[in-house]
């Protein structure tokens, strides 16, 4: 079975600092690999993915992550944050064996910026 | 061009009563996910349904909860008797098809329990 540990469950952080959120997985196959944000009371966007190929994938609003096989790990990083990211951060891992993606996420990070 | 759209967005429900929450997919999917957010908890998989059709329900709780997505229609996530342990975010999640790894989620509706 698959399972995502998100090590840090609050990241405070000073407005134009950068900043990583972590993400371990464990699976005993290939996985995919997801980031996604949740702004207060939304539901889920897609920040970035991990199908294949390069394991540096650049997402939306500047985040960019690294697949890291060796370690099993896919952290999420931004150079330069804004206010605006405030929200919680999921990441999550597809094994997608059976053609299809039932995703596993962690519990979440929760990015706090002040000015 | 609408986006996975769910209704209603907060329902409250007594103990004991019924509770149908709707999931329209993205404009040409057809396949649906249902996960639960439980407070202080990332989400869970619930359920896999293609039209008529469920895929994957390991995520289901035994009883009371049940799920449908028609040949026309919205899906439907129907909960009997809730119980205040029902209270969460639910949310719904479309893809394209089969090998499409993409999944696009709805605002979510926020059951709570009384």
């Known amino acids: 079975a698959q399972s995502v540990t998100q090590l840090d469950s609050q990241v405070p952080v000073f407005e134009e600092a950068p900043v990583e959120l972590r993400c371990n997985y464990s699976s005993s196959v290939s996985v995919y690999l997801f980031w996604y944000v949740q702004y207060p009371n939304q539901g889920l966007q897609l920040l970035l993915k991990?199908?294949?190929?390069?394991?540096l994938v650049k997402g939306i609003n500047g985040f960019e992550a690294e697949f890291n096989k060796s370690q099993t790990s896919f952290h999420l990083r931004k150079p330069s944050v804004h206010i605006s990211d405030t929200a919680e951060y999921f990441c999550a891992v597809s094994e997608g064996a059976s053609g299809y993606s039932t995703l596993t996420f962690g519990k979440g990070t929760m990015l706090l910026v002040s000015p | 061009n609408a986006g996975v759209m769910q209704n209603p967005r907060h329902l409250v429900r007594r103990r004991g009563q019924e509770a149908r929450l709707r999931c329209s997919p993205m404009?040409?999917?057809?396949?649906v996910y249902w996960y639960r957010q439980l407070p202080e908890e990332g989400l869970k998989f619930m359920v896999y349904l293609q039209k008529e059709n469920i895929i994957d329900e390991s995520g289901m709780p035994k009883e009371r909860f049940s799920a449908e997505f028609p040949k026309e229609g919205p899906s439907i996530l129907r909960i009997q008797q809730v119980v205040r342990g029902d209270s969460a975010a639910y949310f719904c999640a479309s893809s394209l098809g089969q090998g499409d790894y993409e999944q696009y989620f709805g605002p979510g509706t926020r059951l709570t329990v009384t």
């Open positions: 991990y199908l294949s190929g390069s394991t």
């Open positions: 404009k040409g999917h057809s396949h």
